[in-house]
């Protein structure tokens, strides 16, 4: 059930089924009105549980309604200590659980290549976004980053979103577009990220958070309480809309009369 925020909207239901059904409903909305306003729709994946939400989408009725070959697909993250075809990569579980059951063409999807040095590969994810950029693939935003239609995320226990971690400065990089960190506070250490610039400039922001561990982040930001230093959580911003998508596991004592009374 949605609760209404300022450019934000706050979507509770009690089970993961029931929030995955809504996150796709979600999705093929603003998929739909994104065709056809421009033709094309980007929409960029991060790891962890958020793919497994998004089995929706691969399932009738709504598969057969979406307009596949018009999608553009990226990561936000991905632990560059694994290779693309290593099953514990995030193209490797995006390819496994939502990519092979969906008809997106192979040339509308963009990995982050993997090397073993993280600047290189921090450098060849962006030097692909600007050419992308240059050949209007994608449009650059007013803030001069490009900008993405839809970026999903998750949020970590400790309020981290992509591999944006409360105690690294990769949160505070505002001139880069992808960035990399090698001492992150959980496994693995080697990770490349899109900064907060870049997903700021998304139009449309979907937070998916389904598990008690998350709830603290969760209420921490949604109900603005202070916080040192500041949750990457909380600075996440979209140009149009940020939603999130919760359930009763995840979501704020404070909601949840609100939601369980109605």
């Known amino acids: 059930m949605p609760v209404p925020r300022k450019k934000e909207q706050v979507v509770i239901y009690p089970t993961e089924d029931e929030v995955a059904l809504q996150l796709a409903t979600h999705v093929t909305y603003f998929s739909d009105k994104t065709i056809a306003e421009k033709g094309s729709f980007s929409v960029v994946l991060s790891g962890g549980t ?6 929706k989408l691969t399932e009738s009725p709504l598969k057969e309604t979406v307009e596949w070959s018009k999608w553009l697909i990226f990561w936000v993250e991905t632990r560059e200590w694994f ?5 514990q990569s995030n193209y490797a579980l995006a390819l496994k659980d939502f990519l092979s059951k969906v008809p997106i063409p192979k040339h509308n999807i963009y ?7 993280s600047e290189v590969v921090a450098k060849d994810y962006e030097v692909r976004l600007r050419k992308l ?8 935003s007013s803030t001069g980053f490009p900008q ?15 591999s944006l ?18 001492d992150a506070p959980k496994p693995p250490p080697k990770r490349i990220t899109f900064t907060f610039p870049v997903i700021n400039s998304a139009k449309y922001i979907a937070m998916v958070v389904t598990d008690k561990a998350e709830a603290e982040a969760v209420a921490i930001t949604l109900e603005h309480k202070p916080h040192v ?8 911003k979209a140009k149009v809309n940020l939603s999130w998508f919760l359930n009763w596991d995840a979501a704020p004592s404070f909601l949840l009369p609100l939601i369980k009374n109605r």
Do not use: M
């Open 50 to 55: 958020l793919i497994h939400s998004l089995r």
């Open 229 to 236: 230093p500041p949750l990457p959580c909380s600075e996440v």
């Open 165 to 182: 971690f409360p105690n690294r400065p990769q949160r505070y990089d505002k001139v880069d577009w992808v960035t990399f960190i090698n």
């Open 133 to 140: 950029v240059a050949e209007k693939v994608l449009p650059l």
């Open 111 to 117: 990995p982050i290549h993997y090397t073993p040095l």
């Open 148 to 162: 993405f239609d839809l970026i999903l995320l998750g949020v970590g226990p400790d309020g981290h979103v992509a």
């Open 83 to 87: 290779p693309l075809t290593d099953p």
